[in-house]
């Protein structure tokens, strides 16, 4: 076995169906009598069922947190804050709310609980993705992690199945990266394989039945919660830096962009990383032994068939992506050559199956 370093972060989750009206009781345990909630314009009436739930102590509700957390939307959230005198954060939505309650509570050090409606995995992670004149940037500072985390599979009952299918899939990719990833650990490796098993089972349940079969639910939440930890934990390399370089570039949305791109990158680090690609296939049924093609069969069964190319990238951008995702080196397990790097992109904005 590999010498490692594992560092665990502290925070309190709680699990399960109905759990949302232990709420009251987990602000008493984080020190905070009135807050701010947050939802996005989508999600009011979530907010409002939260809020109503708290009484007066949900002071107020701000309704604005969008994609990639932009400064300027943070600045007003934060003026709510001040003139309510809120001495903590409620986030309840996908990774844009608990965006900005991250955003928020670095500013300010308010507790922030956040209440997840997708999969995404945000609430486990110490890291802030923040846009300011179109740019985005992202730090990590133990600072930024949630301080608790209410999950309630009743919450995901309202999840399009769209979303429910591109979100989870966006979690295996936190999975995938972290078994090759060069901080990895044996704790995070098992997270990372339970992850993607269990959300490898219960996504095409969704997909079939919608949100009607509440196992199904459950098992997808806590995957997700897994590989939330590995996004969280461990650093991750060319799909997410990928990820990341064309959805600034083009705006692309977050999950989609995961999904297009996962396939393409796994098939390009494959031959640097047998050992996590035997992890993986092992976790995803029907591969057959090999990774790469029990994704192309699990999107199959999903009905999964985008491309960049289809979300609104120019062709003319695979050069420019190219240029650019080669532009800042970072740690991958296989080198970053260009002829690779290009036609990974390019497939990708064709909508090309892996290979
Ligand atoms: P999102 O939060 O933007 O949500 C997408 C849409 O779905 C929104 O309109 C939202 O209101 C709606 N929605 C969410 N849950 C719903 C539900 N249960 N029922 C009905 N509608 C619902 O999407 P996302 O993919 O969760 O998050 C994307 C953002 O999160 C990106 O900005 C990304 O960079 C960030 N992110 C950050 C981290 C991190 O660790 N910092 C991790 C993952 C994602």
């Not at 076995?1 to 602000?27: C, K, N, Q, W």
């Not at 068939?305 to 062709?315: A, H, R, T, Y």
């Not at 003319?316 to 740690?331: F, H, R, T, W």
Request: hydrophobic share 40%; aromatic share 4%.
């Amino acid at each position: 076995m590999d010498a490692f370093e594992y560092i665990s972060a502290s925070h309190r989750v709680v699990f399960g169906s109905g759990t949302l009206r232990e709420l009251p009781s987990m602000l008493q345990k984080i020190n905070a009598t009135s807050v701010l909630i947050l939802c996005t314009p989508q999600q009011v009436s979530t907010g409002e069922e939260v809020q109503k739930l708290l009484g007066d102590a949900g002071v107020a509700i701000f309704t604005e947190a969008t994609m990639h957390t932009p400064t300027h939307i943070t600045e007003k959230a934060l003026l709510v804050a001040k003139e309510k005198g809120v001495d903590g954060i409620v986030s309840v939505g996908g990774g844009s709310t608990v965006g900005l309650g991250k955003a928020m509570s670095i500013r300010t050090g308010l507790p922030h609980l956040c209440i997840p409606t997708t999969y995404a995995g945000s609430e486990m992670t110490p890291i802030l993705g923040e846009t300011e004149n179109g740019r985005k940037v992202t730090r990590r500072d133990p600072k930024i992690l949630p301080t608790a985390v209410l999950y309630d599979v009743d919450l995901f009952k309202t999840l399009p199945t769209g979303l429910t299918v591109y979100s989870g899939i966006n979690a295996i990719a936190h999975a995938v990266e972290a078994l090759y990833a060069s901080n990895r650990n044996p704790i995070i490796e098992l997270l990372a394989v339970e992850g993607v098993r269990v959300l490898c089972e219960s996504l095409p349940v969704l997909q079939a039945e919608g949100q009607d079969s509440a196992e199904a639910r459950q098992q997808a939440l806590y995957g997700a919660w897994l590989c939330g930890m590995c996004l969280g934990s461990v650093d991750m390399a060319l799909h997410h830096k990928l990820c990341h370089t064309l959805g600034g570039l083009f705006n692309l949305p977050h999950a989609e962009t995961h999904v297009i791109l996962l396939p393409h990158a796994l098939s390009y680090n494959a031959p640097a990383t047998p050992a996590a690609m035997a992890k993986l296939a092992a976790a995803i049924p029907g591969s057959e032994g090999d990774a790469v093609q029990g994704i192309n069969r699990l999107y199959k069964k999903l009905g999964i068939n985008i491309s960049l190319g289809g979300l609104g990238m120019p062709e003319k951008g695979v050069d420019e992506a190219c240029d650019i995702a080669l532009a800042n080196p970072y740690k991958n397990p296989r080198p970053l050559e260009r002829e690779g790097i290009r036609e990974l992109i390019r497939r990708a904005w064709a909508g090309e199956q892996a290979i």
